[in-house]
């Protein structure tokens, strides 16, 4: 796992929308998977920028949400299929037919979820994977408990994630309690992974996930098992770290051997 300490949320998002722009520089056709939340939201702008200036290109490229809200269409504001038309999708040209979201009104939840999966296997699987972090360790909303090798299911929102969330929602809104969400063994399949955390509030969930166990108590820390894992962190979400001065010291040496390779 590799750790990135930057200083603030400017430059997380940054090295994070570079991982993306590079990938797709790459291959033009990537599978991208997105995450919502309002830390990706600095990252989406980066892109959406990048696209406009011609620096990216997503026209030959697909993606996969992590989640979606059960019991939301997609053309309910507090929906996730919203959330990603009005942060990233509208304002790129990527092809709104090959933009998949699981199905928050589907009548039919375990078809719907065993049918994410054979799309995302269809298109290849997946290039690039973001993702956030909830306060108690989720990825998606693979909540403490989830399987650790779990693929896309329904999942019952935790307590905790539900008044983390509770913001979005105005009072006559109902906040749902179910989702579908890809399992972490989906999240591992993914080629690489880049997590993204800021403030002090995910600083114990970042401690858990890069210097805990490998425990579902933090499905986050599964990521120590994936093969090609980035958490790209600011200070804050930082604190809490034991080793952070030797984190730092091997992203110069990554930087200074990427320099040489010209990579
Ligand atoms: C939701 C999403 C997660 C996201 C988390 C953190 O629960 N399902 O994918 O990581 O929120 O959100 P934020 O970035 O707003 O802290």
Redesign the pocket.
């Known amino acids: 796992m590799q750790v990135v300490i930057l200083k603030d949320t400017d430059a997380v998002a940054e090295y994070g929308a570079q991982l993306f722009i590079k990938q797709l520089a790459k291959k033009t056709d990537a599978v991208l998977g997105l995450?919502?939340?309002?830390?990706?939201?600095a990252l989406y702008q980066k892109l959406i920028a990048a696209n406009k200036r011609g620096e990216v290109s997503f026209k030959d490229s697909c993606s996969f949400n992590?989640?979606e809200y059960l019991g939301l269409a997609g053309d309910h504001p507090q929906s996730?299929r919203y959330f990603m038309q009005q942060q990233l999708f509208d304002h790129i040209d990527i092809d709104a037919a090959q933009t998949f979201v699981p199905a928050g009104d589907t009548d039919n939840p375990i078809a719907a979820c065993q049918d994410y999966e054979d799309m995302i296997r269809e298109k290849g699987g997946i290039d690039i994977q973001l993702?956030?972090?909830?306060?108690n360790g989720?990825?998606?909303?693979n909540e403490p408990s989830s399987g650790l090798m779990s693929r896309t299911r329904v999942k019952t929102?935790a307590p905790a994630?539900i008044s983390?969330?509770a913001r979005f929602f105005s009072a006559d809104e109902e906040q749902p309690h179910l989702?579908i969400?890809m399992g972490i063994g989906t999240i591992l399949d993914s080629r690489q992974s880049v997590l993204?955390?800021?403030?002090a509030?995910?600083a114990s969930a970042i401690a858990a996930t890069v210097e805990g166990p490998l425990t579902a108590a933090c499905p986050a820390s599964a990521l120590q098992m994936h093969p090609n894992s980035v958490v790209v962190i600011d200070e804050e979400a930082a604190s809490k770290l034991e080793n952070t001065e030797f984190y730092k010291h091997v992203e110069r040496e990554n930087q200074k051997l990427k320099a040489k390779l010209g990579l």
Do not use: E, M, R, W
């Not at 993702?131 to 306060?135: K, R, V, Y």
């Not at 989720?138 to 909303?141: L, Y």
């Open positions: 995450a919502t939340g309002s830390t990706p939201v992590l989640d996730y993702l956030g972090i909830g306060t989720h990825i998606g909303f929102l994630t983390d969330n989702s969400t993204l955390a800021t403030g509030a995910k």
